[in-house]
């Protein structure tokens, strides 16, 4: 029993892992063939910058700067390049006139769709797969990996970040 469960644990591990990966890939590749050559193209680090904005939901400059860990003159100029690039803007905070909070723009969904189109498919795919009892299943054990076995990511920072332009402002 204890081969079993040690059998189990591996292939659920390496099935995560392969999963996780052909997203990454998928977005990578697609990344590259459409923004080959152009002029406004981000860098790898701006990249990386845009995409934790975007999945920290309209961060305020500190944040994402305590967030990525790096100094407030730093992430302030990473920041002022994706606005200069059109990738995000800053908006005065509704809450504390003193801050502003990082928000993706159209330009970046844009791109962004790059990555969510490939989502939509997988999980089409996945509808039409799957029975329904056995997706209530599949949701049920995503829904406890996102509320429950991922703490260092709070969920306040990620509220939304599913939605589109426009969809969580």
């Keep these: 029993m204890a081969d079993e469960n040690k059998q189990l644990t591996k292939n659920l591990e390496e099935n ?3 999963i996780y990966a052909k997203f990454k890939i ?6 590259f063939s ?3 050559g152009r002029e406004t193209s981000l860098t790898t680090v ?8 975007h999945a920290l939901n309209n961060p305020t400059v500190k944040e994402f700067s305590s967030f990525i860990k790096i100094s407030p003159p730093n992430a302030a100029y990473k920041i ?6 059109g990738y995000i803007k800053k908006v005065r905070s509704a809450d504390d006139r ?4 990082l928000m993706v723009t159209d330009k970046y969904y844009q ?12 999980m089409q795919r996945i509808r039409e797969h799957f029975q329904p009892e056995q997706l209530d299943v599949i949701n049920t054990v995503l829904q406890v990996i996102n509320d429950e076995l991922m703490p260092e990511i709070p ?12 969809e969580n402002l």
């Design 16 to 18: 995560f892992a392969e």
């Design 26 to 31: 998928h977005f990578y590749q697609e990344m």
């Design 46 to 53: 701006e990249t990386l910058c845009v995409e934790t904005i």
């Design 111 to 122: 791109y962004y769709n790059i990555s969510a189109s490939y989502q939509n498919q997988v």
């Design 34 to 36: 459409q923004l080959h």
């Design 155 to 166: 969920d306040r920072l990620v509220a939304g970040v599913a939605a589109g332009p426009g």
């Design 80 to 85: 002022n390049s994706l606005i200069s690039k």
């Design 98 to 101: 003193r801050e502003y909070q």
